[in-house]
């Protein structure tokens, strides 16, 4: 198993352009998060999804769109990136059965 | 919502000696408690966790307890060691109607350094 995967591990936009952060499990999990963490904030929810085709905002949902098309993918895009989104991203996931979050190695985004 | 505050931010120790971060939260309808630990350049990891009924839980050298009165629960590691060192997270949640506990809040992390 690899577990919770996310690509890419690094990431350099300039303000305004956008791009798609890609998780995906493979623990048939229903649930899948996106976080965002940045110093002194600890960990804040940006959207979640409960099922295939189903998504919610989070805490911190403002500047990013979620699909969940297929139950093992999460994606988290933005479309006109700005600088106060640099940040580490982290994806999770979690099955009906459980209430551990399994979390990837997460994607730093640098925003200029 | 629920909030959740966790302290010190940051704690220095000296090997072997015992840490305990704090945490407290505002909705009494959390019912599950977890910990997390987060080294270096990874994501968080699941160390223990407990629920509100039960008021103490060990594991090896690290233990958590919870006081549902003062809405507050503790992580305790003994005899601490250098690997140790990461940070730590707090996090409280409410059972959805699913009946898992599926959404969590974090606090903001403790940054634990264990000084050989």
């Known amino acids: 198993n690899a577990g919770v995967t996310q690509t890419p591990k690094f990431r350099v936009l300039k303000t305004g352009q956008s791009m798609t952060l890609l998780c995906a499990q493979d623990?048939?999990?229903?649930?899948m998060y996106w976080y965002r963490q940045d110093p002194g904030m600890g960990l804040r929810l940006i959207h979640y999804?409960?099922?295939?085709?189903?998504?919610a905002k989070g805490e911190v949902p403002d500047g990013y769109n979620v699909s969940r098309l297929k139950k093992q993918n999460f994606l988290l895009g933005l479309e006109s990136a700005a600088p106060s989104q640099t940040s580490v991203y982290f994806c999770?996931?979690?099955?009906?059965?459980?209430?551990?979050?399994?979390f990837g190695p997460g994607t730093r985004l640098t925003v200029l | 919502g629920e909030n959740v505050e966790q302290h010190p931010s940051t704690l220095s120790v000296q090997e072997g000696d015992s840490a305990v971060i704090k945490c407290t939260y505002s909705?009494?309808?959390?019912?599950?408690f977890p910990w997390y630990k987060q080294e270096l350049g990874k994501g968080p990891q699941l160390i223990i966790d407990?629920?509100?009924?039960?008021g103490e839980k060990k594991d090896q050298r690290i233990a958590v307890t919870l006081n549902k009165t003062a809405k507050h629960f503790s992580l305790h590691i003994t005899e601490t060691q250098p690997e140790d060192s990461a940070v730590y997270f707090c996090?409280?949640?409410?059972?959805?109607?699913?009946?898992?506990?599926?959404?969590?809040?974090f606090g903001k992390g403790t940054l634990l350094t264990v000084n050989p």
């Open positions: 999804s409960v099922g295939e085709g189903t998504t």
């Open positions: 623990m048939n999990h229903e649930y």
């Open positions: 999770a996931s979690t099955g009906i059965l459980y209430n551990e979050q399994f």
């Open positions: 909705d009494s309808a959390s019912n599950y």
């Open positions: 407990i629920r509100s009924n039960v």
């Open positions: 996090a409280a949640s409410i059972r959805g109607s699913g009946g898992s506990n599926y959404k969590l809040t």
